[in-house]
């Protein structure tokens, strides 16, 4: 039994506010490191585009090589000022690799008035050096202090790749659906308070079921803000404007972080995914609490291993520790539903399968986002380039055109693979 999980204050918070904060980080840095916000919002000023061969874009590019390199220590002792540095480099970083121009020699050389301090303040935080859907999302808003931090909340978006409202709009859906996640995260807490009572109490199953009721209808809320994305996301603009800036390194060696006192003044990257959909810690939490990752993880789709596990590489390290101990809670929920077969004890299992089908139609929707933000847009071009592989809808290229690899962020086919992790959710009903 795992006293230490019903402590957490990801139960009550959810994963949205960072560990050791009460909201979000400083939307700004403080001197000395304001130059680094006064160059991420130079990018946009001169709006760069996937690989700019433009005047000024170069400049800018110029503008970050001769950069000083800044000593972080005194970020490393404040989690707040930490995070939005941590932002703030990789948005750079992203803005400077995926700008450079096709023809520029491989691979990639980071300079190191970015590369030092992204790798130092990475490590601290147990992050791969890449933009992760954390910085994109939890790092990246700033909200009203006169407002509660829940779904009603008036959320701005602080970086943007492509300065267009769709790119907010997308990020803003992501943040909705993690706030409504703060609801099933309480719900989940309370399940696993009244499994846990051995005195036999004679209403302990219909509570549960009440519980998993709830649960069930909040992921269809989750699911119906998912959807949402429509109304101000339009796909063609994400498609050719957005998802390129959030890949990550193709490959082995692909990007290089020139540090300058190390062997040959530079550390060799492996290869790394983009922020993703399937970094979400709220939507792993439900495959956990509900005791299904052997079912949806069970596949590996490519020689990297296990695309979902992989991605929990890139949350946050709190977030990583919860949903490991959540999964044992799971393990052990869905061994006590499936127990007897007694009357409580089918209501129960009728309301735990209907949270699972509420998670396969959640899955669903996802597969018909991924569809017309995705494959639709990938028809109308010219050239129909590589297939499409998970990545930050869930599907997503890991290079630049029209040089892009084959392989990317999670070495398959997207709509496959979505479709596989929703029919295995659902294969798991008791």
Known sequence: MDDQLLTSPIFAKGFIVPEGLDGPPPAYLDAPYDVWDDLLRAASEVALQ????????????????????????????????????????AFLQHFYVHSLPDDE???CMIPASIAVPLLLISHALDLPPVVTFADTEFYNFSVSPARPLDSNAKLHMLSNFSGTPDEAHFYITGL???????????????????????????????VVTFLLNELGACIQRMAAVVDTIRGGCDPNVYYDQV?????????????????????????????????SAAQSSTVQALDAFLGITDETHETSHSKSGNFLERMRAYMPRSHREFIARLAREGSALREWISGNDVADEQLVRKAYNDALDALRRFRTVHIRIATMYIVNPRRRTSSPGPPDVCGSMGATDTGKPPAVSSLGTGGTTAIPFLKSIRNRTAGAAL
């Open 50 to 89: 996937v690989a700019d061969k433009s005047p000024t874009a170069e400049q800018w590019r110029k503008r970050l090589r001769d950069m000083p390199v800044l000593p972080v220590l005194s970020l490393l002792r404040n989690p707040g000022p930490l995070l939005c540095a941590r932002r703030v480099l």
């Open 105 to 107: 020699v491989k691979p």
């Open 176 to 206: 909705v659906v993690e706030l409504e996640g703060i609801e099933a995260l309480q719900l989940m807490r309370n399940v696993i308070d009244v499994v846990r009572q051995r005195d036999g109490a004679s209403n302990r199953h219909a």
């Open 243 to 275: 998802r390129l800036w959030f890949n990550g390194c193709p490959g082995t060696g692909q990007w290089r972080f020139w540090v300058r006192d190390v062997r040959d003044g530079y550390a060799e990257m492996e290869e790394m995914a983009g922020a």
